[in-house]
């Protein structure tokens, strides 16, 4: 059945203004269309699978992998592949992957945990960027305020981008630990790793990066890159909720979040989910091996979605335009001439899932960092993300719906509210 929006009038000034009403009704049955990857993935099945095969009735229970009887060896040799697995895969040893409860919790772990080791040698200085992750700039911003640390944050250009340079002049000989991510979360702008980790190793600096988008179609290589730690999480590309991973250099002092116990060396305290840990390794390694073929795929469904938006007037795509500086999965563009909030409130009635920024914004209608740091302005802008379910049918739906929903939206003056 053919969608249709219907947008009401405004409200009489000083009456109630109900969102339902004021931002568009929509009339019919929808498919939905999800092109918001980069929030949450599809599981993948070898994922679901390692899952179902701890979780499923057993003929014995799933054992506390630091138990010494059988059910808890078990359960110890389950983590301990998956570790390896995950170890190979991010050019890392299995002693450096500490499991975590996701993405956050890894980078909480590395900035604090390295912000701490260095304190201790009286290095209290922190460099980022101003394109970071909440869960890079908030543990940051926290340690300057609450705990006497001294923070730098590094600009970008128009595409999202930090310079090496432009880092490198911002660490001191105080610097605790540096910060960049791989691959920006809203803009999909990859930055250089490797150039900038040799110069941080060459010096002495503790260097982490937030790998959380770029895993999914990009290879991730913590030698490589001379990373001193690394963050992932599982549902971005195709693992479960509540499980990630921290790759924390051997060697390199890190002060834990949490004490009470001495699994993963020490770092990471609390028991072991070899449910869990067995299902994000299982991601780990499909999508390792499907990244190739995914990226290629994505490639090309990105640059059909660019083109279908792109033909609406006053669209126009934000970030990196060369391929190689940014990730396949994502298309952001900025819209003139409609309300932001209205927008993305219409297209999910029209049954078309995207973002107004990044998810882990607790649905909260405000201006994007990334996009004020990048000087990237409009009187809207969204985020599509593909993932290794996408398809060309979905693309092209997308498009159909953002362009019909533009237009009543602009027709009916815009859609913001008074």
């Not at 993405?103 to 922190?126: M, P, Q, S, V, Y």
């Not at 869960?135 to 595409?159: I, N, Y």
């Amino acid at each position: 059945m053919r969608t249709r929006l219907v947008v009401t009038g405004r409200p009489a000034a000083g009456g109630p203004r109900p969102r339902r009403e004021v931002f568009g009704r929509i009339l019919g049955v929808v498919t939905e269309l999800y092109l918001d990857h980069a929030a949450t993935t599809v599981p993948r099945p070898e994922a679901r699978a390692a899952l179902s095969r701890w979780l499923e009735p057993a003929d014995e229970p799933i054992g506390n992998p630091s138990s010494t009887h059988h059910a808890g060896q078990r359960a110890r040799v389950a983590v301990e592949e998956a570790r390896e697995a995950i170890a190979l895969a991010l050019g890392a040893h299995p002693q450096d992957v500490v499991f975590t409860s996701g993405g956050t919790e890894a980078d909480n772990l590395a900035i604090k945990g390295f912000a701490w080791a260095g304190a201790e040698r009286g290095r209290r200085h922190l460099v980022t960027t101003a394109v970071e992750h909440p869960a890079v700039l908030e543990p940051a911003r926290w340690l300057a305020a609450h705990q006497g640390f001294e923070l730098t944050v590094v600009g970008v250009d128009s595409d999202g981008r930090v310079d090496v340079e432009h880092v490198l002049d911002a660490v001191r000989g105080d610097t605790a630990v540096v910060s960049v991510m791989a691959a920006n979360n809203e803009l999909g702008a990859v930055n250089d790793l490797p150039t900038l980790g040799v110069a941080l190793r060459e010096r002495g600096v503790p260097f982490h990066t937030d790998a959380v988008q770029a895993f999914a179609t990009r290879d991730v290589d913590a030698d490589a890159w001379h990373v001193d730690a690394l963050s992932l999480s599982a549902h971005k590309f195709g693992g479960p909720v509540g499980t990630g991973v921290a790759v924390l250099r051997r060697g390199v002092p890190v002060v834990p979040l949490t004490h009470g116990g001495q699994q993963d060396r020490g770092v990471r305290s609390g028991t072991l989910a070899a449910a869990l840990d067995a299902s994000c390794a299982a991601a780990v390694v499909a999508a390792s091996s499907d990244r190739d073929r995914l990226h290629e795929r994505l490639s090309a469904l990105s640059d059909r979605l660019t083109e279908g938006l792109e033909a609406v007037d006053g669209v126009r795509r934000n970030g990196p335009t060369a391929p190689r500086h940014r990730l396949a999965s994502h298309v952001h563009v900025s819209i003139d001439g409609v309300d932001g909030e209205a927008l993305t409130f219409a297209l999910d009635r029209a049954g078309l899932a995207v973002s107004a920024g990044a998810a882990c914004g607790a649905g909260a209608q405000k201006a994007s960092h990334v996009l004020e740091a990048a000087g990237i302005g409009g009187d809207a802008a969204v985020r599509f993300s593909l993932g290794w379910t996408s398809t060309l049918a979905e693309v092209e739906g997308a498009v159909g719906v953002f362009s019909e929903v533009v237009a009543e939206l602009r027709a009916a003056g815009g859609g913001a509210v008074a």
